[in-house]
């Protein structure tokens, strides 16, 4: 049974940084890109970061470029999402996705493109 499972979530202060990791089980997801999602409360959920099965490649949505770093240890089955210069308007539930298969038709930042998702971890910025 695959499981994804967020940690690292919590209160910062509108500046500071967070890093939340996804710890992947009951598949090796080394050959597979990897993503993470973010929803807030009354909005849709929404892409923040994709990386390719071997992190050469990463993508990012436009309000989170230049700010969050996606990365991977696939020894360790686990991906990771460094967030700096946090915003409040960052605050939401943050959620890893995993595909089950190796390529997608549609773009790795759509939530389409996967079919295995995690609990979620909360991050919270204040002003």
């Known amino acids: 049974q695959v499981q994804l499972v967020e940690s690292g979530g919590g209160l910062v202060q509108a500046g500071g940084s967070l890093r939340i990791s996804c710890a992947a089980s009951g598949r090796d997801f080394s050959n597979y890109y990897m993503g993470w999602f973010r929803q807030a409360p009354g909005k849709e959920r929404e892409s923040v970061a994709a990386?390719?099965?071997?992190?050469?490649?990463?993508y990012y949505s436009d309000s989170v470029k230049g700010r969050f770093t996606i990365s991977r240890d696939n020894a360790k089955n686990t991906v990771y999402l460094q967030m700096n210069s946090l915003k409040p308007e960052d605050t939401a539930v943050y959620y890893c996705a995993a595909p089950s298969r190796a390529y997608t038709s549609v773009g790795v930042l759509e939530p389409k493109a996967y079919d295995y998702w995690g609990q979620g971890t909360q991050v919270t910025v204040s002003s």
């Open positions: 990386i390719s099965w071997s992190g050469s490649r990463t």
